[in-house]
Every structure is written in structure tokens, then in C-alpha cells.
Nanobody, 121 residues
């Protein structure tokens, strides 16, 4: 049993900052690539950023230079620091982790519950 718990969403004004976190818990597992996705009303889910277990990062062009993804492997936690927020960043943000559970045949994708980020004046 693996679960991801997100925190840090909220309401922020344009140009402001917000930080999200997502902690992975389970009995015996290894979290590989972790990332953040977002979905706005009426739109498809889109990739925001990912980070591998060794720290390699990838960002959507729309958030480059504004968002920073990081992780703490000891805490099994991934973070997303969001700066210079724009109204178009408004969405539900979902944490994702590729997890190998010890004893399982392969990796599985796990998702957080989602946290609302609203950028509005």
C-alpha cells in the first residue's frame, strides 16, 4: 500500500509564490521518477515538471524559469516551488510517483489527491 499526500495549495495573487509538497508513504518501496501534473477546468491534464531519483529535472515550457521541482529522498518527498504565478497557472495540481514496491513485478504510477492552486486578484 502506497499513498501520496499533497499539501500547500491555496489562493495567491498574480506574481506571488506558492510551494507544494508531496510525501510518499508505504511499507517497503523505492520511489523513482516523481513529478507534478495539473489540470484546469475543461482542459486535459498536463505535465508540469518531473525529477528522477538522481535529481535530473524536466519542465514544461510554460513553467520554466518560474517553477522549481526538488526532492528529498530521505523523506520520500517531492516539492514544487512556484514563483511569478500567473492566472493561467490556476489548476488542480497532482503529485505523481513511479514506485517500485518490494516484491512487486514492476513499477506502478501512484497519484496524490490533488491540491487546488488558484491565481487571482
Amino acid at each position: 500500500q502506497v499513498q501520496l499526500v499533497e499539501s500547500g495549495g491555496g489562493l495567491v495573487q498574480p506574481g506571488g509564490s506558492l510551494s507544494l509538497s508531496c510525501a510518499v508513504s508505504g511499507s517497503s518501496f523505492l520511489a523513482n521518477t516523481m513529478g507534478w501534473y495539473r489540470q484546469a477546468p475543461g482542459k486535459q491534464r498536463e505535465l508540469v515538471a518531473t525529477i528522477t531519483s538522481t535529481g535530473r529535472t524536466d519542465y514544461s515550457d510554460s513553467v520554466k524559469a518560474r517553477f522549481t521541482i526538488s526532492r528529498d529522498n530521505a523523506k520520500n518527498t517531492v516539492y514544487l516551488q512556484m514563483n511569478s504565478l500567473k492566472p493561467e497557472d490556476t489548476a488542480v495540481y497532482y503529485c505523481n510517483a513511479e514506485v517500485w514496491v518490494v516484491g512487486a513485478p514492476g513499477e506502478y504510477d501512484y497519484w496524490g489527491q490533488g491540491t487546488q492552486v488558484t491565481v487571482s486578484s
